[in-house]
């Protein structure tokens, strides 16, 4: 305690050194906060963008399909049980032509009536084209396509022949999540079943209820699973970016390293006086790894000061992203709120106050070592 | 009949010094009494200051016995002669050697905290002792704001404020000119009358050796001459 209280004091007496070194840990501090807090921001909000545009409480795979196979379209498909709550999907392979090029994509065939995810189709329902067909807004751009444009659509029929349509884009949606809008067109499930002969067919069946029953012909995707790939590229990212912000620690321990050692250095009289005061060796040692310590626990509290305002302003009203994030393959919508866990602010303040604490000790064991005479003559080298 | 306060025999100190080894202090023997106002005396380099951190528990001899206050300094551990240094000695030193963040109060206040006493006792004890050294006003301050005369009474209410039995003082008047030195000098030796601490001066000083009441003259780390004077009384 007695400790405490003297590097409290040798601190506060500090003055610029003490605000200096604070202030460095507290930026630290506070841009771990926001980096960590803005991917779990993000991970949170793909997450929760999946769940309501494309997953649901999970989906039910019919044996053989794979989303990544587009082989597996034709093969991987059943007929559903009527007790099934939730959603069918149809996916087929085919290809659009908007001013004469062509253009693959997958079709997919969704009830209109559907309320179970956010794809907006009703408009589907709504639509009075004969065909009509809904697509997203970086299709749209990809293709040059808006509501009401009129286009050829071709796709094989269950028995691998082509058929062709004229459709209507009765809709561009606006979802944060490419995996429900690139080289992918939206009809109506009934519609599209009638034009390829797989009457009450479907690929898929997004489960409206999170404790799946057992389907015969079926494999169970839990939510996990399926969330899954945003879980590794939020990692990646986060690994990439940690290594950016250990950068920054590191620097602010070094200065706050070569505080100490400086402080060793220069106060080597005053190491003595403390010794010939009655604080032994260890003591002072102690105090000096203390005075290491207080400066994280300044710099905490200094980052609290204006870190807390500034990231719960942001948590508020989020991030604006530019427009080139679309493109970086995975759900990000117009703004990024970042969340900021408990977890995540006792972790760093423990790793910071940890590696302040080290770098303050490390050089402190030179005290331990010293001759208290030399100290108090200030000849130590 | 008064009590040895400190033994010393056969004191030998050591230092390495360049593949050999320098002699500082040789088969020193001395004995000192309670309540006594004593310095040694000698020119530079003549084994004054390492005298007086073997008996501050600063330094250990190379060879010999050191008994300081009943305690053996030479075979001390550094956490016990720490604890010794804090219940039983003071020290000044030539350059005062305050606490520069600390003000005159805190520093002042430092063996108190050293020794866990409780905070009413502490400010009692440091405002007594401020006031005895006339120093009140300047509990304030911080050291770079004292004038010569001024930091070395703060470093004098430091080194009394815990009431030690031996204060040791390095130069205390050498960093101060004619008129502080004889003030610092009449306020040790009230403090030695009035409480009976005894002090033991490390000077080269003529103006500290008036006050002294005994001399210990020290030439190449041998003892040269052992006498007693009659001093300078405080009101001269």
């Given at each position: ?244 912000y250990y950068i920054l620690l590191a620097i602010a321990l070094l200065a706050l390293f070569d ?123 | ?236």
């Amino acid at each position: 305690m007695i400790a405490w209280t003297l590097a409290y004091r040798n601190l506060k007496g500090a003055g610029l050194r003490t605000w200096l070194n604070a202030s460095i840990l507290s930026l630290v501090f506070v841009l771990i906060l926001f980096i960590n807090g803005l991917l779990d921001g993000w991970n949170q909000s793909a997450k929760q963008d999946s769940i309501a545009w494309e997953f649901a409480a999970g989906q039910y795979w019919a044996q053989g399909f794979d989303p990544l196979d587009p082989f597996s379209y034709q093969e991987g498909l059943k007929d559903w049980p009527q007790s099934l709550e939730g959603t069918p999907i149809l996916w087929r392979q085919g290809s659009i032509y908007p001013d004469g090029r062509m253009y693959p994509l997958i079709i997919k065939g969704i009830p209109a009536q559907q309320e179970l995810l956010a794809l907006p189709t009703a408009l589907l329902a709504q639509s009075q084209a004969q065909f009509p067909a809904l697509i997203g807004h970086r299709m749209a751009k990809n293709c040059q396509l808006q509501k009401g444009d009129r286009l050829l659509m071709r796709w094989r029929d269950q028995k691998g022949s082509f058929d062709a349509q004229e459709i209507e884009i009765a809709g561009v949606f606006d979802s944060p999540l490419p995996s429900v809008d690139q080289g992918q067109i939206w009809v109506d499930l009934l519609s599209l079943q009638a034009k390829t002969g797989l009457e009450n067919k479907a690929n898929i069946w997004v489960a409206a209820k999170a404790k799946p029953q057992s389907v015969a012909g079926a494999n169970w995707q839990e939510l996990e699973v399926l969330l899954a790939p945003i879980n590794k590229i939020i990692e990646a990212k986060k690994g990439s970016s940690q290594f950016s912000y250990y950068i920054l620690l590191a620097i602010a321990l070094l200065a706050l390293f070569d505080t100490q050692v400086l402080s060793i250095f220069k106060r080597q009289k005053e190491i003595g006086t403390y010794i010939s005061l009655g604080m032994s060796p260890k003591e002072v040692q102690l105090l000096f790894t203390l005075e290491g310590g207080l400066y994280a626990i300044f710099g905490l509290f200094l980052g609290g000061l204006y870190g807390a305002p500034l990231l719960y302003y942001l948590a508020q009203n989020g991030i604006p992203m530019p427009e080139m994030a679309d493109e970086m393959g995975v759900s990000m919508g117009k703004a990024i709120y970042p969340v900021y866990s408990w977890i995540l602010i006792l972790k760093t303040s423990l790793i910071i106050l940890a590696s302040s604490f080290l770098v303050s000790y490390w050089p402190a064991r030179k005290i331990a070592r010293m001759s208290p005479v030399a100290a108090l003559k200030g000849k130590l080298q | 009949m008064k009590e040895d306060i400190l033994v010393l025999k056969h004191i030998y100190k050591r230092f390495p010094l360049g593949e050999g080894e320098f002699t500082a202090l040789k088969d020193l023997s001395l004995n000192m009494q309670a309540a006594e106002f004593s310095g040694l005396v000698g020119p530079s380099g003549s084994g004054k200051t390492t005298l007086l951190n073997i008996i501050g528990g600063l330094d250990q001899p190379s060879e010999g016995e050191a008994i300081v206050l009943g305690q053996d300094v030479a075979n001390m551990s550094a956490k016990a002669a720490a604890n010794f240094r804090n219940l039983e000695l003071g020290f000044i030193f030539q350059q005062f050697n305050l606490l520069p963040v600390y003000t005159v109060f805190e520093n002042v206040e430092f063996p108190l905290l050293l020794q866990k006493k409780s905070k009413a006792e502490r400010q009692k004890t440091v405002k007594e002792a401020l006031e005895w050294l006339g120093i009140a006003h300047l509990a304030n301050k911080k050291p770079d704001k004292l004038s010569g005369g001024e930091g070395q009474r703060v470093a004098i209410a430091r080194a009394i404020v815990k009431r030690p039995k031996l204060i040791l003082a390095d130069e205390p008047t050498a960093n101060l000119d004619a008129a502080n030195a004889h003030n610092i000098m009449r306020l040790m030796r009230r403090l030695n009358q009035e409480l009976g601490t005894s002090f033991l001066f490390s000077t080269h000083d003529e103006k500290v050796m008036a006050y002294l009441e005994r001399i210990i003259h020290l030439r190449d780390g041998e003892i040269e001459k052992d006498e007693a004077q009659i001093p300078k009384t405080v009101s001269e």
